[in-house]
């Protein structure tokens, strides 16, 4: 199975300091629009326990910004007293999607788009709002991170752009301050003045460590544009911020495709915020310098290649691929006190479903479809996620230095994943047994 791109080993040393949707319709051509931004269609509350589930049928004109800028009501079905109500909840919800627009010869253009949705009967009201207020991520967070990144460079650092001023405009400008680095621009307000140099400093040593350390010997691709990066001093102000992005993710940090990482600084603990800006950073290095743009990584190794980094310990200044600690000791109120670390949640939340006879196998984790990924089980998906990558990377022995990062290339050009799996690690059953032991050995 050869790659697109060359894979010739180098060896690197670098040091690492660290400071202490409602419904969619059918898929859309390649042209565009692309959905970003859906907010679920919520029954109306003077409908509410009446049972009432219509379809709605409807038609959007976009304009080449991607913002809904008119929405025709075509029919809804069936009809009752409440057709006016549901008719203005059309209105209101479709009016705040938001769309990579669709493009001719390149550029983007104004389009329209029929879309059919049915309002959620009450038996799965419960579950779409729980899903959009409190998900790890969105169910098509890699299809949609695959929609950004084939975007012409130009519409892409358009929509990078308007991001960096929405987010600018949640910063105290009386504390703002900006670091660049030849790959980021960070801006933060945070009390300390040095934490946007700071953060600046850690993400280009992280990055470094990936290309060669993590991921040797991948020919990277190259980024026209800097990522930029905000550090929140609160979480409100970050807050604010994902409501008004047209990525929203609920969670601590997110990374945006268009080259763009927020956070915020308000944790509980250094731990913490350390275990973001590793993770976001992952996301932003395999985004920009290995996927080929308009490629979706399985939602598996995605998200567990970032905990697998973001979990990863840090030792005298050094990033520790794999290494991690399931407690860590802080010296708080005049005493030594202990805490649970993100790793050692995630590894007891895995340990705890392989006692209960619960826990995922190989096969399971390779097949889950966006709707299972992101389900019920999406906390220990996450941390199953993780740990398989972390058996493929260090688990195997006599397993070749470059045979994760080979994984990585071929699923990153679109190889089938099931082929690129038996290539390299064989039959996902037969390999199930001995991840269970490792896991149970961890």
Known sequence: MPSGRAFALRALACCVCLFNW???????????????HTPPLLVPDEAAGLGLAPEVAAKLSIDPRGVVTAVEVLSITPASDYDALFRDRVVETFSSWRFAPATENGRPVASTLDWRVRFPAKAELAEVVFQTLAPLVGADAEQRRAAVLGLPVAHRRKLLEAETRTAIGYLDPKRAREAATPRFVVRSDADEERVAATVAGNLEAIFNVLASEILPG????A?????QVFAFRTQAQY?????ASALFENSAGFYHPAGLIAFHLEQSTSEYVLNILLHEATHAFVDRHILRPGVALPRWLGEGFAEYVGNSAIQKGRLKPGKTFARKFAFEGGRVVAFQTGAGERLEDAREALRRGE????KQMLEASPEIFYGEDRALFYASSWLLV???????TGW???RFPQLLLYLAEGYPPG???RTLYGDPEAADAAFRQYVKSF
């Open 419 to 421: 082929a690129a799996f």
């Open 22 to 36: 409602g419904a969619l319709a059918a898929p859309l051509a390649a042209d565009g629009p692309f959905a970003l």
């Open 223 to 227: 980024e026209p544009f800097k990522v």
């Open 359 to 362: 826990g995922l196998g190989v």
């Open 218 to 221: 991948i020919e990277l691709q």
């Open 390 to 396: 972390h058996y493929l990377r260090d688990g195997g």
């Open 400 to 402: 070749s230095a470059d």
């Open 239 to 243: 807050q604010a911020f994902i409501a």
